[in-house]
């Protein structure tokens, strides 16, 4: 008797993205690079719709260069957070910057 086999999506996505980078489609352009890689910063600074956060999610889940572009992007965001995370910046500097947002 043959077993079913319930994948879910992201089992699926990885095990793509694992097919991918093993045949060396990783290096290959993909057509959505530049769009996904917009929306994927815009979804980063929690600032995306509902419907981009899903084409992203949706797209890297697929594509191995697009998701090494979101490994990349999310550990350097990390990375300057964690240094900048106890960084005393001066009263001065800040009402500065604050008035010329309010411009």
């Known amino acids: 008797m043959r077993q079913a086999w319930d ?3 992201f ?6 993205r694992w ?18 890689l917009e ?6 600074d929690e600032q995306a719709t509902e ?11 697929n594509c191995y260069r697009c998701y090494q572009n979101y490994e990349l992007e999310n550990t350097i965001r990390e990375a300057v957070k964690s240094k900048t995370h ?3 910046v001066p009263q ?9 947002i309010n411009l």
Not at 19 to 36: D, F, H
Not at 39 to 44: G, N, T, V
């Open 11 to 16: 089992e699926m996505g990885e095990f793509l």
């Open 7 to 9: 994948i879910n999506s």
């Open 19 to 36: 097919i991918q980078k093993s045949l060396g489609m990783g290096k290959a352009r993909c057509p959505e690079e530049e769009r996904c």
């Open 86 to 88: 106890h960084l005393k």
């Open 39 to 44: 929306l994927l910063r815009i979804m980063l």
């Open 51 to 61: 419907e981009e956060s899903k084409y992203v999610h949706k797209h890297i889940g």
């Open 92 to 100: 001065k500097l800040v009402n500065e910057i604050t008035s010329k």
